[in-house]
């Protein structure tokens, strides 16, 4: 049984530019959170999907924004990158919006030059 | 707004020690708390889940335990492993948002 996967695993953009980050929850998990973790820091959440709809959103501004497919997968967009986007960007997945235990993926690795 | 306090930031100690973590919140109306393990550049490991209406929870040579009235919860590891060396990370689910927050986490290195 696949854990949470996530792809790419590095991504290096410039300023500006835009990016699409995915997460493919651990199977049989319907619920999708997305977090930004920056150097030294614990993860901030940044929202959470369920049953296709944003339900639950951190203190990010919409240049972040998100999907989730009926598969239950989920993409990360963000838009016009500023140099402080550059992070680890972690996946999890859950059962119960959350409530349940929380498994992450190994996160995607953003770079804004 | 919750707030998540872990110390120390960092550990270093000789293998076979055991070790306290400590990890409190300001706002005591939480839905459960978490604890993770994070190996340097990776995903996050869940170690242990209490609920809110749970005192403490076990798993191995690991015990969490909660107490909401005085916003701290402990992770108590006995007998350390140098495989135990990682950086470890409570999480805080607050009540109604049902939006977590982080703790910055503790660095722990176990010496063989």
């Known amino acids: 049984d696949a854990g949470v996967t996530q792809s790419p695993t590095h991504l290096i953009k410039t300023r500006g530019q835009q990016v699409t980050l995915r997460c493919s929850p651990k199977s049989g998990h319907d619920t999708v959170s997305w977090y930004q973790q920056a150097l030294g820091q614990g993860p901030q959440f940044i929202f959470q999907y369920y049953e296709e709809e944003e339900r639950q959103r951190g203190n990010f501004p919409d240049r972040f924004s998100g999907h989730q497919f009926p598969n239950y997968s989920s993409e990360l967009n963000v838009n016009a990158l500023l140099l402080g986007d550059s992070a680890l960007y972690l996946c999890a997945s859950s059962l119960l919006r959350g409530a349940d235990i929380q498994y992450f993926g190994a996160g995607t690795r953003l770079s804004v030059l | 707004k919750q707030e998540v306090t872990q110390i120390p930031a960092a550990l270093s100690v000789p293998e076979g020690e055991n070790l306290v973590l400590n990890c409190s919140f300001t706002?005591?109306?939480?839905?459960?708390l978490q604890w993770f393990r994070q190996d340097p550049g990776k995903g996050l490991t869940s170690l242990l889940l209490?609920?809110?209406?749970?005192r403490e929870q076990t798993s191995g040579r690991l015990n969490a335990s909660l107490d909401k009235s005085s916003g701290r919860s402990t992770l108590y590891i006995a007998a350390s492993q140098p495989g135990d060396s990682a950086t470890y990370l409570c999480a805080v689910v607050s009540g109604g948002s049902y939006i977590p927050t982080f703790g910055r986490g503790t660095s722990l290195i176990v010496h063989p």
């Open positions: 706002d005591s109306a939480i839905y459960n």
């Open positions: 209490i609920q809110s209406s749970q």
